[in-house]
């Protein structure tokens, strides 16, 4: 099992910035690709970035030259800055992290932390 706590959410006006930090405890290893996903009121939860073990990143078309994914294998968290933030950044952020292996495969979510854009 892997247990991800996020953190960093807030309240933040327009243009501002905030950085997003997740955790990773229990059986985490280098393999695993990190992602962010987010998800608002009544809408299903996309993808926001993601960062292999080998630090190849994969962001949303949205979010391009606004917010970068980054990871610290040593302390097994991985991170989002984000910046140049609007309204429709607003959202619960949720960590992921994931892999496949012979014969299995490994998904799991953080609770989430809310980014409330806003003025």
């Known amino acids: 099992q892997v247990q991800l706590v996020e953190s960093g959410g807030g309240l933040v006006q327009p243009g501002g910035s905030l950085r997003l930090s997740c955790t990773a405890s229990?059986?985490?290893?280098?393999?695993?690709?990190m992602g962010w996903y987010r998800q608002a009121p009544g809408k299903q939860r996309d993808l926001v970035a993601t960062?292999?073990?080998?630090?190849?990143?994969n962001y949303a078309d949205s979010v391009k030259g606004r917010f970068t994914i980054s990871r610290d294998n040593a302390k097994d968290a991985a991170y989002l800055q984000m910046t140049s933030l609007n309204p429709d950044d607003t959202a619960a952020y949720y960590c992921n992290a994931r892999k496949t292996a012979v014969g299995a495969a490994f998904n799991y979510w953080g609770q989430g932390t809310q980014v409330t854009v806003s003025s």
């Open positions: 960062i292999s073990s080998r630090g190849r990143t």
């Open positions: 229990g059986n985490i290893d280098t393999t695993y690709t």
